[in-house]
């Protein structure tokens, strides 16, 4: 299995991102997936996840209402939108499934909010 963030960059405070994650090698559809972020030294916190056929998706309270969550089950991706970025939205973005054993964690796709 293979894990595959993209779309992170360099991008101001109040901006926006769309980061994908790619799954290969494995059934995509009957998982729920997720979205977290890790930063040097602290532990990877969850963000967002989706569930299967995109019935439900929660947020982290820090996330509410500037981050939006959708997959492609066709395609096998999963998304992240953000909007109205701060800087404590930096961080190292990755994607993984849900209440099953995670499958090999990616590299994540860097996400930096600065002036």
């Known amino acids: 299995v293979q894990l595959q963030a993209s779309g992170g960059g360099l991008v101001q405070p109040g901006g926006s991102l769309r980061l994908s994650c790619q799954v290969s090698?494995?059934?995509?559809?009957?998982?729920?997936v997720a979205w977290y972020r890790q930063v040097p030294g602290k532990q990877r916190d969850l963000v967002a996840s989706?569930?299967?056929?995109?019935?439900?998706?929660d947020y982290a309270d820090s996330v509410k209402g500037r981050f939006t969550i959708s997959r492609d089950d066709a395609q096998k991706i999963v998304y992240l939108q953000m909007s109205s970025l701060k800087p404590e939205d930096t961080a190292v973005y990755y994607c993984?499934?849900?209440?099953?054993?995670?499958?090999?964690w990616g590299q994540g796709t860097q996400v930096t909010v600065s002036s």
């Open positions: 993984n499934r849900l209440y099953v054993s995670p499958w090999p």
């Open positions: 090698g494995s059934i995509f559809s009957i998982h729920a």
């Open positions: 989706i569930s299967p056929s995109s019935i439900t998706m």
